[in-house]
């Protein structure tokens, strides 16, 4: 039986090419967003985790006293934000979910950005 073609590796900007979805130097990867994928699953639902009306409520008050993304405007760009992001994360802890020192406004680009770094952060 002829083996498979190579494809690109899935990491990010790897060149390497592969007969799997990862090449050897990214294998770990895999094992990686299976283990995320999990953790997910035993993630409590966003209303769980504080984020219900009044929550809604003060976001919305937030964002109209603080309409641009700080990221963007640090670089010169004018970008409405759209998230109201705790600039250190609550991990549950109800004084900084409120603590009004500890949010800022965010476009949903630089929010992720902030988030998908967090994360990995945490697994190393």
Known sequence: MPSSIPTPCRAFGC????????????????????????????RPNAYRRGYDRQWSKARRLFLMDNPLCIRCAELGLIVEATVVDHIEP???????????DNWQSLCKRCHDKKTAREKNDDWY
Do not use: E
């Not at 990862?22 to 299976?34: A, E, I, M, N």
């Open 15 to 42: 060149p390497n090419t592969t007969t799997n979805h990862y090449c050897l130097q990214h294998v770990h990867l895999k094992r990686d967003v299976r283990r995320r994928c999990r953790n997910d699953k035993q």
């Open 90 to 100: 609550h991990r549950g802890d109800r004084m900084k979910f409120w603590n009004r």
